[in-house]
């Protein structure tokens, strides 16, 4: 549980009752960035105490008996809740919901327990090929960057850069070279350009954390024969990264836009518009995208990297260790 001032505790909690929704015992839990940003306060919960928690997958306990899951099924959990009537959700974008009941781990009760209510609607059967951490941080990571590789249109013979090699931008490693893009990967450590590498991509380039990325721009430039990259998706999400991705960029480019931080994108317009740059920003995912991540998965071309498994007890240095940039891919929460 998330207390005010940025304590996680673990503690006993009543169990949920369903009220009409299914109840899924917890098998896995991904640790993601965004923790930070509720530990750290730049997202405020609705309240305190807050279960945190929005990559889970493992078994149906219980479920209506009108759902299309069953007790014993093994699932993943779509996290967002929409209201099921407006235009987004019915054209299957319900991370766009104009009216939504919440999202689990940001609104709603998260992951991060033993047993999870959520919609039946929600729950997303997982091959047996796929295992329960991998379904988990397909929740969020996964199809997260299926979403905006859709929204961006990214596709065979794109140039990709991907800048921020952690457990999201493994995934978009993996979905552009899907895709039929080639892949350059940022990294902050030698060691995460390799695993960048070793999931797809065909070119790295290192920057030391606290390095500057004012030279970024040259050398994309020299690894795409002076065009540029067609896509730059950012997942550091600080002023000078966003500057270097939109000067990272061929005429016509895109900047997908999915980390950010507490800095803003400033750029005079003038660095948009002469190559007619588009910046495209990806919020979430609908369950199409978390049906596509785990058919990738399921075909062999979408793996996870685990850097740690924890206990549910461990929870506070999974995020410790998050804070302190020692993750190399994901910590995942195991029962």
């Known amino acids: 549980m998330l207390y ?8 006993e909690t009543p169990e949920p009752m369903p009220d009409g929704w299914a109840l899924v015992s917890s098998r896995a839990a991904g640790v993601c960035g965004t923790e930070l940003h509720f530990v750290e306060g730049m997202i405020p919960p609705p309240g305190y105490p807050f279960l945190l928690g929005h ?7 219980e479920a209506p008996a009108d759902a299309a899951v069953r007790e014993g099924d093994r699932v993943a959990v779509y996290n967002f809740v929409g209201c099921g009537r407006c235009r987004w959700c019915r054209s299957g974008r319900e991370s766009l919901c104009v009216e939504p009941t919440g999202q689990l781990g940001f609104s709603l009760p998260g992951g991060f327990a ?62 552009a070279v899907a895709a039929g893009a080639s892949v350059v990967a940022v990294a902050d450590t030698d060691e995460k350009a390799e695993l960048a590498r070793e999931v797809g991509a065909s070119e790295t380039v290192v ?17 795409t024969g002076g065009a ?68 990738l998965a399921a075909a062999g071309r979408l793996r996870v990297t685990v850097d740690t498994r924890y ?5 506070g240095t999974a995020i410790e260790r998050l804070k302190a940039r020692q993750v190399r891919g994901r910590n995942v929460v195991v029962w």
């Open 114 to 175: 033993d047993v999870v209510r959520v919609p039946a609607a929600n729950l997303i059967p997982l091959p047996e090929g796929v295992s329960f951490e991998t379904g988990a941080i397909l929740s969020c990571s996964g199809m997260s960057v299926v979403h905006a590789s859709r929204l961006a249109g990214i596709g065979l013979g794109d140039t990709v850069v991907v800048d921020g090699i952690g457990g999201v931008g493994l995934m978009a490693v993996q979905v």
């Open 228 to 295: 540029g990259a067609d896509h730059y998706v950012e997942l550091v999400g600080t002023e000078q990264t966003f500057r270097a991705g939109i000067r990272s960029l061929a005429r016509g480019g895109k900047l997908v836009i999915i980390g950010y931080t507490d800095q803003h994108l400033n750029v005079h317009p003038i660095e948009l518009i002469l190559s007619e740059i588009q910046v495209v920003t990806s919020v979430a995912a609908s369950k199409r995208d978390l049906e596509t991540a785990i058919d």
């Open 55 to 61: 990559e889970s997958a493992g078994v149906v306990i």
């Open 311 to 315: 206990s549910l007890d461990e929870i």
């Open 207 to 223: 920057l030391e954390r606290g390095e500057s990325y004012d030279g970024l721009p040259d050398r994309i430039k020299e690894l």
């Open 4 to 11: 005010e001032g940025g304590e996680v505790r673990v503690e």
